[in-house]
């Protein structure tokens, strides 16, 4: 079971999370992946593979969601300790035009929880807001 203090520290770490992908603000992307983090997902008829710095590379390149205007949806749909310096946690978020279904793996890395794993599923496409 864990205390208070550190379910609230990794809500913080997963607030964390949303504000990235809303703002795509790289300057936050290593208080929130790990280096050494992995990210997979069915895209485009296949399996993506990303390693961190890859998906850092991508988020840098685009327009963010907020530059664009573009809608904020988000939401934690489970959180699941497995211990005091691992955890499980459910989100849902939008992207832009593509809401996303992630299964963010957490570990407490020096005090400070960050995502090691992230699997993701695209569980809605928006049409593209005209003009």
């Known amino acids: 079971m864990t205390d208070i203090a550190t379910h609230q520290a990794l809500l913080t770490a997963v607030e964390r999370y949303f504000e990235m992908m809303f703002?795509?603000?790289?300057?936050?992307?290593?208080?929130?992946?790990?280096?050494?983090?992995q990210l997979h997902g069915l895209r485009d008829e296949g399996l993506r593979v990303l390693p961190a710095g890859d998906y850092r590379d991508l988020l840098a390149a685009r327009a963010s969601p907020k530059s664009k205007g573009a809608p904020r949806q988000q939401e934690i749909l489970l959180v699941d300790f497995a211990s005091p310096s691992q955890a499980l946690v459910k989100v849902r978020v939008r992207i832009d035009t593509i809401l996303y279904v992630d299964y963010l793996s957490f570990h407490l890395v020096g005090g400070q929880w960050l995502v090691t794993a992230k699997s993701f599923h695209i569980e809605r496409r928006f049409e593209t807001a005209a003009a």
């Open 23 to 37: 703002d795509s603000d790289v300057g936050k992307f290593d208080r929130v992946f790990a280096p050494t983090a």
